[in-house]
């Protein structure tokens, strides 16, 4: 592969998402990338799963054969909560 720059300037995102909202956490990213830009940032970071929010020691009420019911429904709304590529986010 070719190099076709010499340099590019890239910013690193390290702040906590809105977790399991997945509106407010759109609005958020999307003031974070205009802040980049207005930096001139022209390669934006961020962690994986910003939106809905890394579940960090969630276990989402799950052990090996069973999950409970409120563990189902915390799971529901990190899967609502989620963005598919390509989608309206």
Do not use: H
């Amino acid at each position: 592969m070719r190099d076709l720059r010499e340099s590019c300037r890239i910013a690193v995102v390290q702040a906590a998402p809105v977790m399991f909202d997945k509106a407010a956490c759109t609005v958020k990213a999307v003031e974070l990338i205009r802040a980049a830009a207005a930096e001139q940032a022209e390669l934006i970071v961020f962690p994986e799963l910003f939106i809905p929010g890394y579940p960090y020691g969630m276990t989402f009420g799950f052990t090996v054969g069973s999950r409970t019911a409120p563990g189902r429904k915390d799971w529901g709304l990190y899967y609502d909560n989620s963005i598919l590529v390509p989608g309206p986010e």
